[in-house]
Every structure is written in structure tokens, then in C-alpha cells.
């Protein structure tokens, strides 16, 4: 599992564990059936994963430990970002699916970001437009020059507004 997946894994599990009734022992030993063949192969060696132990907030500890980037507090950094705005700069968006993807992407770090007090709601605005093609970027200003009255000149607009009218173009 790679350390941005494992958080969503422990939390797979915790969610059948309430469905199912499943003990510690349990979570444990259904958290090493599923892992995949190199995780489960790096973990069988912690103790914490002896479901005899049946502490399953130790055994997550434990396999988080294994992550440095998650025992780090870092879940997204800036050049997450940077690496996601390049590859749309250079892929582009071809299709409503595309912006969607980025949207949903770039929104789930820049998130983190400000929680983190790396970037700010402006940068935030700012950024997103990044990896947007010139020419893009003048028929969105045109749009919303035209369709957006601007309470706050100079100010970007909102991601969801760009986003409303990035359908239209």
C-alpha cells in the first residue's frame, strides 16, 4: 500500500469491522489478508500484527512507522501540487471527466495545504488556473467578465465559479 492509500485502508477496515463486529484480533488479522503481496510481506514481521496482541491501534502505529511520511504529519506537500499541475499543463483537458479529475485532485491538496498554513485561499485560486492554456485562460476571462459580476476586483474568482464556466468553453 502506498502511505496515501494505507490511511484509507485502516479506515476500510474499521468500517466493515462495525458492520461485522469484528474484535481487534479480528481487524488485525483481516488487515494483513488484504494487504497487497509487498505489504503484507513487510508487515508480517511487526509484532504489533500478532493478532494475539489484539490491539489494533498499536498494530496501526506500528505499520504507519513503516511510512515516514505519514509518521512525518505530511500527508500532501507543495510539490504534490506542483507534480499534479504539471502533469495537467502537460496532458491538458480534453474532456468535462478531465477537469473533474484535476478539480477533485487539486482540491484534496491544496485543502491539506492550508490546513498546513502553506498556501492561502489566494494562492489556492491562483494556483488552480495554473495548468490552464493561454488561450483558455482569455475566453474564461471574457466569460466571466461578462456572466460574474466581481465584488472584489483584482481578486480571483472562486474555484467553483471558474469551474461553472469552464463548461461553457
Known amino acids: 500500500?502506498?502511505?496515501?492509500?494505507?490511511?484509507?485502508?485502516?479506515?476500510?477496515?474499521?468500517?466493515?469491522?462495525?458492520?461485522?463486529?469484528?474484535?481487534?484480533?479480528?481487524?488485525?488479522?483481516?488487515?494483513?489478508?488484504?494487504?497487497?503481496?509487498?505489504?503484507?510481506?513487510?508487515?508480517?514481521?511487526?509484532?504489533?500484527?500478532?493478532?494475539?496482541?489484539?490491539?489494533?491501534?498499536?498494530?496501526?502505529?506500528?505499520?504507519?512507522?513503516?511510512?515516514?511520511?505519514?509518521?512525518?504529519?505530511?500527508?500532501y506537500t507543495y510539490g504534490d501540487l506542483e507534480k499534479l499541475i504539471e502533469k495537467w499543463k502537460t496532458s491538458g483537458f480534453n474532456t468535462r471527466e478531465d477537469l473533474a479529475e484535476y478539480k477533485g485532485d487539486f482540491l484534496a491538496r491544496s485543502k491539506y495545504l492550508k490546513a498546513q498554513l502553506v498556501i492561502t485561499e489566494l494562492d489556492e485560486r491562483k494556483i488552480f488556473l495554473r495548468p490552464f492554456h493561454t488561450e483558455l485562460i482569455q475566453a474564461l476571462q471574457l466569460r466571466l467578465t461578462a456572466r460574474e459580476p466581481d465584488p472584489n476586483p483584482g481578486q480571483p474568482y472562486t474555484i467553483d465559479v471558474v469551474c461553472k464556466h469552464l463548461d461553457y468553453i
Open 1 to 75: 500500500a502506498s502511505p496515501k492509500e494505507l490511511l484509507h485502508y485502516f479506515k476500510d477496515i474499521e468500517y466493515f469491522a462495525i458492520g461485522c463486529r469484528w474484535t481487534d484480533a479480528d481487524k488485525i488479522k483481516f488487515a494483513k489478508y488484504y494487504a497487497s503481496g509487498r505489504a503484507e510481506e513487510v508487515w508480517s514481521g511487526l509484532d504489533e500484527l500478532d493478532a494475539t496482541r489484539n490491539d489494533w491501534e498499536a498494530a496501526k502505529r506500528a505499520i504507519k512507522a513503516l511510512y515516514p511520511s505519514l509518521t512525518d504529519g505530511y500527508k
